[in-house]
């Protein structure tokens, strides 16, 4: 559990619990807490294919968090390409915005953030190739690629969040991720996720 002031100048962690205490955060009162203060609680599970997110604001009391619930086993597929198809983008969890892709070699970081709305009832979607943008200097993925297909979810809008910026996140910030995770080589045989 972190703390937040009004002012974003003051920032800590005031709580930490792990195994299954960590579902429930007993609140732990700042000294000199005042309009616009808040908490935050940060909350994560998983093993090597599943990872469980969830971030929750308050201006007090105790927090109680459920995660969300893991991608179904092998719902994901990926085509084995340097710009790969990704199928089975239906994570069927409430209040879901959108779907975050991240490629990753120890060369590049390809991340793409697809909106509910904007993907529609389409379940698939293949990363566009950025070579023709020359003022990228972008080389396609090659050799091994470490994948992550995240599904986002909030009872709010959450696109506009910054993790690097603490005035992004209020008393009323509640966001689960559901992550799947695996790797690839580039021309090789396409995986499943989890």
């Given amino acids: 559990m972190a703390y937040l002031s009004n002012d974003n100048q003051g920032l800590g962690t005031i709580g930490f619990a792990t195994g299954t205490a960590a579902a429930s955060f007993p609140y732990r009162p700042v000294s000199g807490f005042g309009a616009g203060d808040r908490y935050l609680v940060f909350a994560e599970a998983g093993n090597s294919g599943n990872v469980l ?54 060369a590049l970081v390809y991340g793409v953030t697809l909106g509910k709305g904007w993907l529609g009832s389409s379940t698939s979607y293949t990363l566009p190739d950025l070579s023709a943008a020359t003022l990228l200097n972008y080389t396609p993925l090659s050799g091994s690629v470490n994948a992550s297909v995240n599904a986002v979810l909030s009872p709010n809008p959450v696109l506009g969040l910054d993790e690097n910026d603490p005035a992004s996140f209020s008393a009323s910030t509640d966001i ?19």
């Fill in 176 to 194: 689960s991720l559901a992550i799947a995770t695996g790797s690839y080589t580039v021309g090789g045989a396409g995986i499943n996720l989890p």
């Fill in 53 to 106: 997110e969830r971030y929750k604001g308050s201006t007090g009391g105790n927090l109680s968090l459920t995660l969300p619930a893991p991608w179904t086993p092998g719902s994901l597929s990926l085509s084995a390409l340097a710009h790969p198809t990704v199928s089975g983008l239906s994570y069927g969890g409430a209040n879901l915005r959108a779907y975050r892709v991240e490629l990753e070699t120890s």
